[in-house]
Antibody
Framework: EVQLVESGGGVVRPGGSLRLSCAAS????????MSWVRQAPGKGLEWVSG????????GYADSVKGRFTISRDNAKNSLYLQMNSLRAEDTALYYC?????????????WGQGTLVIVSS | DIQMTQSPPSLSASVGDRVTITCRAS??????LNWYQQKPGKAPKLLIY???SLQRGVPSRFSGSGSGTDFTLTISSLQPEDFATYYC?????????FGQGTRLDIK
């Protein structure tokens, strides 16, 4: 059974940092690209960042470029998102998402999400 | 960045109706277009990928079409479990972008 379990969310002050993690199981992790997608309360979906199967290619939304860094450890079947200089508008549920290819093309499996709240 | 515009933003329909949702890209995206369904409190679910391919396990009443800039998602005969919000997403280039969503309600 495919499982994606996010962790690392919480409440942080503006300007602070958080590191999200996603533990993957039930599939061959390094066969797939991975992404982080977020959803602010009551709002739509926003792609945050993606990484291809071997970490050699990454991409970011304009809203997080220069502040967030995506990475993966295929030996540990894990995906990460380092979030720095957090802003109130980064408040959202962050989903770990598996791509249906080795690249970043679309999500065929989602975790349940971890909530990030940026507030003073 | 490529902008994705869905229409209508919301839609009321009845069980058994045929429903079409459209998605327009601000530039050509070939067929790099996916459709998702999201129910309240749940993670999204992939319905259609590369514009017209039905994801495994998705009922055949869902179909997608289009290429270039204009795309459609059609539900041939609405079922009670289909009332949800639908999103299109382009994966032609990064940053990947979603449409704003179409909320499908029971009439």
């Amino acid at each position: 059974e495919v499982q994606l379990v996010e962790s690392g969310g919480g409440v942080v002050r503006p300007g602070g940092s958080l590191r999200l993690s996603c533990a993957a199981s039930g599939f061959t992790f390094d066969d797939y690209g991975m992404s982080w997608v977020r959803q602010a309360p009551g709002k739509g979906l926003e792609w945050v960042s993606g990484i291809n199967w071997n970490g050699g290619s990454t991409g970011y939304a304009d809203s997080v470029k220069g502040r967030f860094t995506i990475s993966r450890d295929n030996a540990k079947n894990s995906l990460y998102l380092q979030m720095n200089s957090l802003r109130a508008e980064d408040t959202a549920l962050y989903y770990c998402a598996r791509d249906y290819t080795t690249m970043v093309r679309g999500v065929d499996f989602w975790g349940q999400g971890t909530l990030v709240i940026v507030s003073s | 960045d490529i902008q994705m515009t869905q229409s209508p933003p919301s839609l009321s329909a009845s069980v058994g109706d045929r429903v079409t949702i459209t998605c327009r890209a601000s530039q050509s995206i070939n067929t790099y277009l996916n459709w998702y369904q999201q129910k309240p409190g749940k993670a999204p679910k992939l319905l259609i990928y590369v514009a017209s391919s039905l994801q495994r396990g998705v009922p055949s009443r869902f179909s997608g079409s289009g290429s270039g800039t204009d795309f459609t998602l059609t539900i041939s005969s609405l079922q009670p479990e289909d009332f949800a919000t639908y999103y299109c997403q382009q994966s032609y280039s990064t940053p990947i972008t979603f449409g704003q969503g179409t909320r499908l309600d029971i009439k």
